[in-house]
Nanobody, 125 residues
Framework: QLQLAESGGGLVQAGGSLRLSCAATGRSFSIYRMGWFRQAPGKEREFVAA????????FYADSVKGRFTISRDNGQNTVYLQTNDLKPEDTAVYYC??????????????????WGQGTQVTVSS
């Protein structure tokens, strides 16, 4: 089993920044890819960013390119999402997800096996 725990969310003014963290515990040695998704009230969960655990292969949604950066610390079994220049439309619950074995997909919720509980990000205008 693999457990994921997000942290770092909060309330921030437009233009501000937050760094979200996702710590993986359990069978973290088998992680192939980790991703960040978000879900705003009344909307479907959407892809934000993904990173291959062994390095390289970073992907972003068009809506966050140039503002968000995904990174990982394999030694700490943690993936980060640095969010800059936040906008009110970035308000959502942010979830991290993990894929245990090699697979080409990265942007669908069906591409991941494990999910965290989410952390709320609220951006005020």
């Amino acid at each position: 089993q693999l457990q994921l725990a997000e942290s770092g969310g909060g309330l921030v003014q437009a233009g501000g920044s937050l760094r979200l963290s996702c710590a993986a515990t359990g069978r973290s040695f088998s992680i192939y890819r980790m991703g960040w998704f978000r879900q705003a009230p009344g909307k479907e969960r959407e892809f934000v960013a993904a990173i291959k655990w062994s390095g390289g292969s970073i992907f972003y949604a068009d809506s966050v390119k140039g503002r968000f950066t995904i990174s990982r610390d394999n030694g700490q079994n943690t993936v980060y999402l640095q969010t800059n220049d936040l906008k009110p439309e970035d308000t959502a619950v942010y979830y991290c997800a993990a894929r245990r074995f090699a697979y080409s997909g990265y942007a669908s919720i069906n591409d991941y096996d494990y999910w965290g509980q989410g952390t709320q990000v609220t951006v005020s205008s």
